[in-house]
């Protein structure tokens, strides 16, 4: 038997290799406010915004990357982009308090420490739901190292 790899194969292999492979998508929470890494118009509320994050697994080396997209409520296109990858920013990897918080299933909450346009920021996942929050909680800015 013989096995042949089509060109539309080896494409899909390639643009995979490049772009990585989408591991899990998260919506902030209409509950929590926009991070600080993203300025809205003047006169614009931030309740008409909202923000996906994408993490991505790649094969570049790189062990995956984050993909911060603000998008105007009801658009389709995100208004401001930022791709940050592990390789840049190891905090960019989950992490857990060692203390664990009352309240919250085991393994939450979970944190990311990003940094874009040198404004760091820390997001929030409290259960298993492809949701997060940003926090402001100081006990966690202290515990992971962070300040504001």
């Known amino acids: 038997m013989r096995l ?3 060109p539309k194969i080896i494409l899909l292999c390639l643009i995979v290799g490049i772009t990585g492979c989408l591991e899990s998508s998260f919506q902030l929470s209409d509950k929590s406010r926009l991070p600080r ?10 309740s008409d915004y909202t923000v996906r994050i994408d993490l991505y697994s790649t094969i570049d080396g790189g062990g995956g ?12 296109f995100p208004t ?4 940050i990858t592990i390789k840049e920013q190891p905090s960019s ?5 060692e203390s664990q918080s009352e309240g919250f299933p085991k393994g939450y909450p979970a944190y990311i420490v990003l940094t874009i346009n040198d404004i760091t920021d820390i997001i929030e996942f409290q259960k298993m739901e492809p949701v997060f ?3 402001d909680d100081p006990t966690v800015w202290k515990e992971l190292g962070v300040e504001k």
Not at 65 to 76: A, D, G, H, S
């Open 4 to 6: 042949s790899c089509g």
């Open 37 to 46: 890494w993203f300025d809205i118009p003047e006169g614009e509320r931030a």
């Open 65 to 76: 990357k984050t993909i911060v997209k603000l998008y105007k409520k009801n658009k389709y």
């Open 80 to 83: 401001e982009e930022h791709t």
């Open 93 to 97: 990897l989950s992490v857990q308090l």
């Open 133 to 135: 929050y940003m926090t």
